[in-house]
């Protein structure tokens, strides 16, 4: 089963607004944790956010927030004030358990953003 | 912030030779590194941990004897397509934690190396 699941495969979003990029996560852990990551074309994955599953607030990295609800095991990404530059492909990812060992990330399928001037 | 360097970024090849990437940690030691594996228009695909002093702990359905990882370092994994055929043309990307974060911290990912058999 899938235990990242991304359901949009596309997105496409005027400048300036505001984006949600959906992510919904599967693990019977009640320890883990939740990543954002940004892919440019270049290849390179670039960390965005974290969320923590004890965390009692919802993380916030400059433009970048996460809209974390817990009962429902969702972690949606929200870019506010979308730029030409955010175009690129988003990664949602989970950290099951909270032990050293526990560093394995898994993937969620992606969603390509594409922002229009 | 931490970097990881991973080199080479691009390879092109013929089928039947065997690659190497490396994967080093430039300010920070890590004692686990992974690879991934992405095929286009797809998501990361865990290959392997890399274990500092220890041998590799593959994901099932990856061969070790075809993708070998050697972690002889704190801050240096490299891994290496043996025999590759045109099947294994992939984008690869390590990514490394240091030794001394929390859990909660994130894996720095290299930039990928795009490898080509033909």
């Known amino acids: 089963a899938q235990k990242i699941t991304q359901t949009q495969p596309g997105m496409f979003v005027q400048e300036k607004e505001a984006v949600t990029l959906d992510c919904t996560y599967d693990?019977?852990?009640?320890?883990?944790?939740l990543f954002w990551y940004k892919q440019p074309s270049s290849g390179e994955m670039i960390f965005l956010i974290y969320?923590?599953?004890?965390?009692?607030q919802n993380a916030t990295e400059g433009r970048y927030s996460l809209n974390f609800q817990k009962a429902r095991k969702s972690a949606n990404l929200v870019i506010s004030a979308s730029q030409l530059g955010d175009s690129a492909m988003y990664f949602c990812?989970?950290?099951?358990?909270?032990?050293?060992?526990?560093?394995?990330?898994?993937f969620g399928q992606g969603t390509r953003l594409t922002i229009n001037p | 912030g931490a970097v990881v360097s991973q080199h080479p970024s691009w390879v092109i090849c013929k089928s039947g030779t065997s690659v190497k990437i490396e994967c080093r940690s430039l300010?920070?030691?890590?004692?686990?590194m992974f690879w991934y594996r992405q095929f286009p228009k797809q998501s990361l695909m865990l290959m392997a941990t890399?274990?500092?002093?220890?041998?590799?702990?593959?994901e099932q359905g990856v061969e070790k004897d075809k993708f070998l990882i050697n972690h002889a370092s704190l801050t240096l994994s490299t891994l290496t397509v043996t025999s590759a055929h045109p099947e294994d043309s992939s984008f690869y990307i390590c990514?490394?934690?240091?030794?001394?974060?929390?859990?909660?911290?994130?894996?720095?990912f290299g930039d990928g190396t795009r490898l080509s058999i033909l």
């Open positions: 969320q923590g599953s004890y965390d009692q």
């Open positions: 300010d920070f030691q890590a004692t686990t």
């Open positions: 990514s490394a934690r240091s030794s001394y974060l929390q859990s909660n911290q994130p894996q720095h």
């Open positions: 693990t019977s852990d009640p320890s883990y944790g």
């Open positions: 890399s274990n500092e002093g220890s041998k590799a702990t593959y």
């Open positions: 990812a989970m950290r099951e358990g909270h032990l050293e060992g526990a560093q394995k990330l898994v």
